[in-house]
């Protein structure tokens, strides 16, 4: 008989190593999982030495492919502009779990590609200028595993909410296929760049449930005011993707620049309450989460209701989302 082991039975060896297959859910299990049945995984399989083979595979398929070198026109020609804006930090912002808990190979795919262009674009910025760029990671689902494998790939990890209140005027925002609500959070204070889902996706989102429309501001801002470049797709990894560059004009805080506001002062109050209103009740909640629930690591999530998207599986935002 299969060996139980907590919410795991030990069932079959998988090229010489125990395999863990999960225990049939239940409804407690349901409330911790995202959008495509994802949870934090309670028993990983993939060492932090499995972790780096994978994504090394998928950072050689990245720097040879068609996506990667017509990204690196357009950030040459972004980088081209006059007074461009300065990046001192880049947040990554929920590319997936690495060793996702449903077993799936496409979203682990998706997770080590979408880290490995986060981490591409910032090593070209670097070499374009003259200062080290900062790198934040913040994901819902990472298990520790997966948190030891991104400080061994030069990431500060941040617990969520933690990254959001990071995000400055010198930041870039990097988040693929997230929620509309999530986007809003990061998008507290306008940053220097932003790579996302784009104003023309979105728009289609609120037209089909109008409760939307309160999130997409600060995109239809960036929309209105900033250089905007079409993100190259990769086998729907990419998909509905733009990218977004400050004008130098409209740069803050740039030598030789007047600081300008790019939000009006209501409606940036208005943004900044919501948002610290949001992230009190995430935090708030985590705690209630960590009294119930003291002995299961990486269980302890509720920001999966902000960020339930965060790591499925290459598509553009739709009206499910």
Same mark, same amino acid.
């Given at each position: 008989?299969?060996?139980?082991?907590?919410?795991?039975?030990?069932?079959?060896?998988?090229?010489?190593?125990?395999?863990?297959?999960?225990?049939?859910?239940?409804?407690?299990?349901?409330?911790?999982?995202?959008?495509?049945?994802?949870?934090?995984?309670?028993?990983?399989?993939?060492?932090?030495?499995?972790?780096?083979?994978?994504?090394?595979?998928?950072?050689?398929?990245?720097?040879?492919?068609?996506?990667?070198?017509?990204?690196?026109?357009?950030?040459?020609?972004?980088?081209?502009?006059?007074?461009?804006?300065?990046?001192?930090?880049?947040?990554?912002?929920?590319?997936?779990?690495?060793?996702?808990?449903?077993?799936?190979?496409?979203?682990?795919?998706?997770?080590?590609?979408?880290?490995?262009?986060?981490?591409?674009?910032?090593?070209?910025?670097?070499?374009?200028?003259?200062?080290?760029?900062?790198?934040?990671?913040?994901?819902?689902?990472?298990?520790?595993?997966?948190?030891?494998?991104?400080?061994?790939?030069?990431?500060?990890?941040?617990?969520?909410?933690?990254?959001?209140?990071?995000?400055?005027?010198?930041? $870039?925002?990097?988040?693929?296929?997230?929620?509309?609500?999530?986007?809003? $959070?990061?998008?507290?204070?306008?940053?220097?760049?932003?790579?996302?889902?784009? $104003?023309?996706?979105?728009?289609?989102?609120?037209?089909?449930?109008?409760?939307?429309?309160?999130?997409?501001?600060?995109?239809?801002?960036?929309?209105?005011?900033?250089?905007?470049?079409?993100?190259?797709?990769?086998?729907?990894?990419?998909?509905?993707?733009?990218?977004?560059?400050?004008?130098?004009?409209?740069?803050?805080?740039?030598?030789?620049?007047?600081?300008?506001?790019?939000?009006?002062?209501?409606?940036?109050?208005?943004?900044?309450?919501?948002?610290?209103?949001?992230?009190?009740?995430?935090?708030?909640?985590?705690?209630?989460?960590?009294?119930?629930?003291?002995?299961?690591?990486?269980?302890?999530?509720?920001?999966?209701?902000?960020?339930?998207?965060?790591?499925?599986?290459?598509?553009?935002?739709?009206?499910?989302?």
């Amino acid at each position: 008989m299969p060996q139980q082991d907590g919410e795991w039975s030990q069932v079959s060896r998988k090229r010489g190593r125990i395999r863990n297959v999960p225990k049939p859910k239940t409804d407690a299990d349901e409330s911790k999982e995202n959008g495509l049945g994802i949870r934090p995984n309670p028993n990983p399989e993939f060492t932090v030495s499995d972790i780096h083979k994978h994504h090394n595979t998928a950072r050689q398929e990245w720097q040879i492919s068609d996506c990667w070198e017509t990204l690196k026109d357009l950030l040459a020609t972004a980088r081209s502009e006059s007074n461009h804006p300065l990046i001192t930090k880049a947040i990554c912002f929920g590319p997936g779990p690495y060793d996702p808990s449903n077993g799936s190979f496409a979203a682990r795919r998706t997770a080590h590609m979408q880290t490995a262009a986060f981490c591409a674009i910032v090593d070209f910025l670097e070499s374009q200028c003259d200062h080290k760029i900062k790198r934040v990671i913040q994901e819902p689902m990472f298990t520790q595993i997966d948190k030891d494998f991104c400080v061994e790939l030069g990431f500060e990890v941040a617990d969520t909410p933690d990254a959001f209140p990071m995000v400055d005027e010198h930041t $870039l925002v990097y988040g693929i296929h997230m929620e509309l609500r999530t986007y809003y $959070l990061a998008l507290a204070t306008l940053p220097a760049a932003f790579i996302g889902g784009g $104003l023309e996706e979105w728009e289609k989102v609120v037209d089909f449930d109008p409760s939307l429309n309160e999130f997409i501001g600060p995109i239809s801002k960036m929309d209105a005011t900033y250089t905007k470049y079409p993100f190259p797709d990769m086998n729907y990894i990419f998909s509905s993707t733009t990218m977004y560059w400050r004008k130098g004009d409209d740069a803050p805080n740039i030598p030789g620049s007047p600081k300008t506001s790019l939000q009006e002062p209501p409606q940036a109050s208005k943004q900044a309450s919501d948002v610290t209103e949001a992230l009190e009740g995430l935090k708030l909640s985590g705690q209630a989460s960590e009294e119930k629930e003291p002995d299961t690591e990486s269980s302890n999530h509720p920001e999966k209701l902000v960020e339930p998207n965060s790591c499925r599986e290459s598509k553009p935002p739709t009206t499910e989302d």
